[in-house]
């Protein structure tokens, strides 16, 4: 079994005398353009012959000398007139035929551009590093390029599997238990919450990460790479995230060791560490969120916190605003005086959220987090209208929402005093409505909850594999959970996704 010469009857008119050398020709000179004169051509000459752009996917006529826009469709007016049915794209080298309406495969035509293509990469000096550089550079992605060629054994594997796999609401691809290495349950639930976001798994496995480390084997970004990797393969053994934790020993040497270590401590590390070892990527373009950086990491989870501290006494307003990838909510129950209930405590429903007598719910937290604080005089600050120290209110509000929001529920308490875990129930919802304090809705696709005490306890997370369809990930052990499941949980970190995503 072998691929056919030509997928398409239309090429035979255009093989007559010479067509091979005509077709080299237009490679050289307009397509690969390898030396500096034939670049100089190209750039002089290579304008729609009806329009005069350079842009909008420039396409040459194989039979005759015309260059025409694909976008704006003069090539297609071209041959239609004059019953030229083959163009060849000027940037990629594609064969396009009116006829099929289709980029078609030729191999004889397929050997010609390769073969000029390795002569334009030897006239431009290329080393092959530098040809892979080159082709990571133009293309965006980890892995030097090269066209697909079936080897017979994946020829072989292709006639006895015909059909495609699908993807169905039923499909488990993505779901992976991880093995407990000994109290790292608070890796794994985190784990699990980030190969499940949407836009780092769209990120990973479209092979994004360009490594500029020394030593690739310890870069965490790379193992991120591997581990979404195994999670998307379709194995259903659990996986044994050893490489994983010994980075994280390694990068943030505080959480080292086999005690118990705290879920929300190691997700803000992991964010770090990725965040210092993925700044290479996607170099060219701006930044533009709170932390000023380009890294898939800020990309999704970097928002903006404003901090405004009013003067009491002339009423100046000394304004910050700081990056966040997450906000912590304090609690009822907690030694911090909490802000009244909302509207809505007569079992209604506000927000997305159950409102039951007496329950507290996520809005409620936020309100709490965004009302003015007065500072009181132990907390003088220095006014710069009043040129002296005067007490102060300040007022924390979001000035950019991420399009990843993780709420970090404070259930811990540590204080000179005590030490205890706060159980409140906070109601949360599928769907988060922030218009109280931006404009942006969410929908939430992972949990994470702790069971027992602040001395012993244990992590667990829920996951959302498709729409309505969430599974409990128990380290080593997934199973199938209802969305009443989800939202009873008691919650510790919330991960929800910007519905809607903005160009900027």
């Known amino acids: ?261 705290d879920a929300h401590e190691f997700l803000i590390a992991a964010l770090d560490v990725l965040h210092r070892h993925c700044k290479g990527d996607d170099n060219g373009k701006k930044a533009n969120n709170p932390n000023h950086c380009n890294c898939i990491i800020d990309q999704i989870f970097t928002g903006g916190l404003q901090s405004d501290v009013t003067c009491q006494v002339c009423h100046g307003v000394s304004t910050t605003i700081d990056p966040f990838w997450d906000i912590s909510l304090d609690l009822p129950g907690s030694s911090t005086p909490f802000w009244p209930l909302s509207p809505g405590t007569d079992g209604s429903v506000v927000n997305g959220e159950s409102h039951v007598s007496g329950t507290t719910t996520l809005t409620d937290c936020l309100r709490r987090f965004t009302r003015p604080e007065h500072l009181g005089s132990s907390a003088k600050i220095k006014c710069s209208g009043c040129h002296s120290y005067q007490e102060s209110t300040k007022q924390l509000t979001m000035k950019k929402l991420p399009i990843v929001a993780c709420f970090h529920l404070k259930r811990f308490e540590h204080s000179a005093k005590l030490r205890r875990k706060i159980t409140t129930y906070v109601s949360f919802p599928l769907e988060l409505d922030m218009t109280p304090f931006m404009a942006s809705r969410y929908s939430l696709f992972a949990v994470v909850n702790h069971q027992g005490t602040l001395e012993s306890g244990h992590y667990t997370s829920f996951i959302r594999q498709h729409k309505d369809q969430w599974f409990k990930c128990d380290d080593a052990i997934i199973t199938k959970a209802s969305i009443k499941d989800v939202l009873d949980s008691e919650g510790y970190l919330l991960f929800y996704h910007k519905q809607f995503l903005e160009y900027e």
């Open 1 to 261: 079994m072998s691929p056919p010469a030509a997928g398409c009857c239309h090429v035979t008119g255009f093989k007559v005398e010479n067509w091979k050398q005509n077709l080299r020709v237009i490679y050289q000179c307009f397509v690969w353009s390898g030396s500096a004169e034939t670049r100089k051509r190209k750039a002089k000459s290579c304008i729609c012959h009806m329009c005069g752009a350079h842009l909008n996917r420039l396409h040459s006529c194989l039979y005759c000398v015309f260059f025409g826009c694909f976008t704006k469709k003069h090539i297609h007016e071209h041959a239609k007139t004059k019953r030229h049915n083959l163009a060849i794209d000027l940037l990629y080298g594609g064969i396009y035929c009116f006829m099929c309406q289709d980029y078609i495969y030729d191999k004889d035509m397929e050997q010609i551009a390769k073969e000029e293509q390795r002569k334009a990469w030897k006239l431009q000096a290329f080393t092959p590093t530098m040809v892979s550089h080159y082709q990571c550079t133009m293309t965006g992605i980890g892995e030097k390029y090269s066209t697909w060629e079936p080897t017979k054994r994946e020829l072989e594997l292709l006639r006895h599997n015909p059909k495609r796999r699908k993807i169905t609401t039923n499909c488990t691809i993505g779901l992976r238990g991880l093995i407990n290495l000994g109290n790292t349950c608070f890796m794994n639930c985190i784990v699990q919450a980030l190969t499940h976001t949407p836009l780092l798994r769209d990120f990973f496995l479209s092979d994004r990460h360009k490594c500029e480390m020394q030593s690739p084997s310890s870069c965490l970004v790379c193992e991120m790479s591997t581990l979404f990797q195994e999670f998307y393969s379709g194995h259903r053994s659990p996986h044994i995230p050893y490489r994983l934790l010994h980075l994280v020993w390694t990068h943030a040497r505080h959480l080292a060791g086999y005690e118990q270590q």
